[in-house]
């Protein structure tokens, strides 16, 4: 369960990040949109490690919640 939730999450959230990048690149660099959706490269890997703390939080909550 714990891999499995780590895995969607990680693919969850890569997937994010390749829409912001072709919002980016279609809408952004076209002049369509006048912000960025993605900062840089720092921005990209605190969202990544986020989504994993964020499962890794639910994980723990649902091992406590069935293991009582």
């Known amino acids: 369960t714990l891999v499995f939730t780590a895995a969607f999450v990680a693919l969850a959230g890569t997937s994010w990040e390749f829409f ?8 952004v660099d076209n002049g369509l949109v006048p912000y960025y959706a993605q900062i840089g490269v720092s921005d990209t890997m605190a969202d990544l490690l986020f989504n994993l703390i964020g499962a890794a939080t639910v994980v723990s909550i649902y091992f406590r919640k069935t293991s009582s």
């Not at 912001?20 to 809408?27: H, I, P």
């Open 20 to 27: 912001e990048f072709t919002f980016d690149r279609l809408f």
